[in-house]
């Protein structure tokens, strides 16, 4: 549990004082103007010294760590003993720490699947994976160490490579975090756990994007001064992209290259399902546009080079114009 950081004064008993020709009486001492404001306080300062200590020295393990489970190791003895704001600081140091870092760990890791047939060895135990059952033992330590800097392994199409485990930060440092911070993780976890696209498709129905989408609206406009605001608006911008532009393969007929009549419904549905969102302005702005190039998306490609072409004029500017009306509705 999280210090309070507040201690409770005991009371200041009145002591009885002798005067004059053996009258006795009582008076009340009273502690000097501002004493108990300082007294109140200084449990507080304490507090708020401490939580300044603990990310001072998590930006400092930051800077000297080699793996990230150096990082955890250090958030495991201290995010208990801070407030819920100062533990959100210190998963952000994390985040960020896995932001600059995922792609260099994985080149590495990538080397070290092809030295000893280190790849097959991993592949023949399964996943998920059992480290226990690694008998390569510099092989096992280094899968250990980095499970336990909160990483999962993703096998995505044959290839294995790192990436960041918020599924199990959120199980072990939810409780210390606010609710901004938690909304956040929640969001990190769905696209880590199903990613809405690769290679230039959609991984999840158009559908499932809708409401990926309206969950992230809702994290913007419940956390207007979020502490991950500019990332979630930035992943808003990208969904809202791909929502509405990532019309790969089952999106287009190909002969008139018009949006298919079911993608045009299911716009039309998410406008009706979530009338008092802001993104729904949006998409009926963008039918607005396509109803008035009777559905039609592209121009026809040049025989011999492509089937698709360019975007018509006014939906290609649709499309250029989407950040700036993200910015509009949440700030830069």
Same mark, same amino acid.
């Given at each position: ?162 990436? %960041? ?130 559905? %039609? ?36």
């Amino acid at each position: 549990m999280k210090r309070s950081g507040y201690l409770v004064l005991n009371s200041v008993l009145a002591v009885g004082l002798l005067t004059g020709c053996g009258n006795t009486g009582s008076t009340s001492t009273q502690p000097p103007q501002g004493e108990a404001s300082s007294q109140t306080t200084a449990p507080q300062k304490d507090q708020q010294n401490a939580d300044q200590d603990a990310i001072k020295k998590m930006q400092e393990v930051t800077l000297q760590a080699k793996e990230p489970v150096e990082l955890i190791t250090y958030l495991d003895k201290t995010i208990k003993n801070v407030k819920s704001e100062t533990a959100d600081q210190l998963l952000v140091i994390l985040d960020e720490y896995y932001a600059t870092h995922l792609i260099e760990l994985n080149e590495s890791f990538s080397k070290l699947l092809a030295e000893n047939s280190n790849a097959q060895k991993l592949y023949e135990i399964g996943f998920p994976m059992d480290v226990t059952k690694i008998k390569d033992e510099p092989l096992k330590k280094y899968m250990q160490d980095k499970f336990a800097g909160k990483l999962a392994l993703s096998d995505h199409q044959g290839d294995l490579y790192w990436k %960041v485990d918020y599924e199990a930060l959120r199980g072990e440092y939810s409780s210390y975090l606010t609710d901004d911070m938690k909304a956040y993780m929640e969001l990190q976890r769905d696209e880590s756990n199903k990613p809405i696209s690769s290679d230039g498709s959609l991984m999840i129905t158009r559908q499932e994007l809708g409401e990926r989408i309206v969950k992230v609206e809702k994290y913007l406009t419940t956390y207007d001064k979020g502490i991950k605001k500019t990332d979630v608006r930035n992943l808003y911008q990208t969904y809202l992209q791909e929502y509405l532009s990532n019309y790969r393969y089952e999106a287009i007929d190909e002969k008139t290259m018009k949006l298919l009549p079911e993608v045009k419904k299911a716009y039309e549905q998410f406008t009706k399902d979530h009338s008092g969102t802001k993104t729904a302005g949006i998409v009926t702005e963008y039918l607005q546009t396509v109803n008035k190039n009777k559905d %039609v998306i592209y121009e026809h490609g040049k025989a011999g080079e492509s089937i698709i072409g360019d975007a018509k004029p006014d939906i290609s500017m649709f499309w250029g114009e989407l950040q700036h009306k993200v910015e509009q509705l949440f700030g830069k």
